[in-house]
T-cell receptor, first 116, second 118 residues
Framework: DARVTQTPRDKVTEMGQEVTMRCQPILGHNTVFWYRQTMMQGLELLAYFRNRAPLDDSGMPKDRFSAEMPDATLATLKIQPSEPRDSAVYFC??????????????FGQGTRLTVV | AQKITQTQPGMFVQEKEAVTLDCTYDTSDPSYGLFWYKQPSSGEMIFLIYQGSYDQQNATEGRYSLNFQKARKSANLVISASQLGDSAMYFCAMREGGLGGTASKLTFGTGTRLQVTL
């Protein structure tokens, strides 16, 4: 049963610490998204990649956030230094997108981040 | 400007009844896709249904159907014969096609919380 895998599921950290969230997209999917979900802002797109290249990371605070895909099986989202306002659920999703067609994005179960 | 608008923060429906969750969208791209996702209290995002902008017929998936009115830019989700397990947050999302598939990010609405009652 193919699924997007995110680790860790839950993370509690102190303000100022570095946080790294990992995502294993579904094998064969060429597009990976990072979303952040909060009560106030809902689901916000932070960044997304096509064939490991970043296409859009305009939703991401550049001074502290970074997203990479070191290889096709791993996407990472890093926050350094973390702040309490970063507390949220971070979702990774992957999809197959070819030309102008595309399929639904499959979501991981999310990483619940709490920064104290 | 909001790309996806869901005007109903919360909805109630009785078990076995049908319910319509509203979604309107805004795009100038002729090629786009519309999606509905369900998020139960456990937190995962579950894909429900997809409608492409060039699709002639409304999409259906089991008890879910999408009432696609292109001229009005609406893509309402209809759930027939509601079940208690349908209680969840429902998100409408849009993927804009762009040229050569260089776009395709998914933009989500704010969601509608559906509560199914006995």
């Amino acid at each position: 049963d193919a699924r997007v895998t995110q680790t860790p599921r839950d993370k509690v950290t102190e303000m100022g610490q570095e946080v790294t969230m990992r995502c294993q997209p579904i094998l064969g999917h060429n597009t990976v998204f990072w979303y952040r979900q909060t009560m106030m802002q809902g689901l916000e797109l932070l960044a997304y990649f096509r064939n490991r290249a970043p296409l859009d990371d305009s939703g991401m605070p550049k001074d502290r956030f970074s997203a990479e895909m070191p290889d096709a099986t791993l996407a990472t989202l890093k926050i350094q230094p973390s702040e309490p306002r970063d507390s949220a659920v971070y979702f990774c999703a992957s999809a197959v997108v070819i030309s102008q067609s595309g399929t639904e994005a499959f979501f991981g179960q999310g990483t619940r981040l709490t920064v104290v | 400007a909001q790309k996806i608008t869901q005007t109903q923060p919360g909805m109630f429906v009785q078990e076995k009844e049908a319910v319509t969750l509203d979604c309107t969208y805004d795009t100038s791209d002729p090629s786009y896709g519309l999606f509905w996702y369900k998020q139960p209290s456990s937190g995962e995002m579950i894909f429900l249904i997809y409608q492409g902008s060039y699709d002639q017929q409304n999409a259906t998936e089991g008890r879910y159907s999408l009432n696609f009115q292109k001229a009005r830019k609406s893509a309402n989700l209809v759930i027939s014969a509601s079940q208690l397990g349908d209680s969840a947050m429902y998100f409408c999302a849009m993927r804009e096609g762009g040229l050569g598939g260089t776009a395709s990010k998914l933009t989500f609405g704010t969601g509608t919380r559906l509560q199914v009652t006995l």
